[in-house]
Every structure is written in C-alpha cells, then in structure tokens.
C-alpha cells in the first residue's frame, strides 16, 4: 500500500542546483527511514542519503557529501533531495525508497518509487 512518487529532475548545467521531491502516501511513516538511491546507465544502483522520519540519523554516500542534502516534511509526507555543486557524473535515475529499519543497502528497501532522470551537462 506504500506508494512513492519522484520528482524535480531535469536538465541542468554542472554547478548548478536541483531540489527533487519524494510524495509518500499509503499511511504514516513516523519510524521508517527514507532514502534517496541513484543509477547511471550500466551502472548498479547506489545508495545517495538515507533519513530516519524522525531526522535522528541521517547518512550519505561518499561521492555526494558535501554537496547533497536529504531532509523530510512531516506535514506533507515528503522528502526532498537538495543537490547543489552539481557535477556530469551525478547524471543519473535517482529513486526514492522506504524501510522500516535504518539501512543504506538497497536490498533493504521494500518501497520504491519510479525514478526521476537528472541530466547534469558540462
């Protein structure tokens, strides 16, 4: 019944900034955690951020720290994606996904939204 929907994702110039959104419905998800994963064409799905709905433990992968921020509204049942300093190589599908416990591998995620390109140009 957990659904996820993406979106925000566009072409932009690298160095530029794109904020994408993440709208779950299907019930509350005080205790989950949320996280942002991403796939470049031939490339395996790697883990971006992860948040806990309550905000207490928040992590990100190597190649986004410092410039990727997650963060969730808990009126709205969003979560947002800010991505600043953009670069080509963040070029890719990024998914928004739900667990019920705090994990960054993807083989923990049972809900997953559809994905939302990113197209970063040099």
């Known amino acids: 019944q957990v659904q996820l929907v993406e979106s925000g994702g566009k072409l932009v110039q690298a160095g530029g900034s794109l904020r994408l959104s993440c709208a779950a419905s299907?019930?509350?998800?005080?205790?989950?955690?949320m996280g942002w994963f991403r796939q470049a064409p031939g490339k395996e799905r790697e883990f971006v951020a992860a948040i806990t709905w309550s905000g207490s433990t928040i992590s990100y992968g190597d190649s986004v720290k410092g410039r990727f921020t997650i963060s969730r509204d808990y009126a709205k049942n969003t979560m947002y994606l800010q991505m600043n300093s953009l670069k080509p190589e963040d070029t890719a599908d990024y998914f928004c996904?739900?667990?019920?416990?705090?994990?960054?591998?993807?083989?923990?995620?049972?809900?997953w939204g559809q994905g939302t390109q990113v197209t970063v140009s040099s």
């Open positions: 996904a739900a667990a019920r416990w705090y994990s960054t591998l993807r083989t923990e995620y049972p809900y």
């Open positions: 299907g019930g509350t998800f005080s205790g989950y955690t």
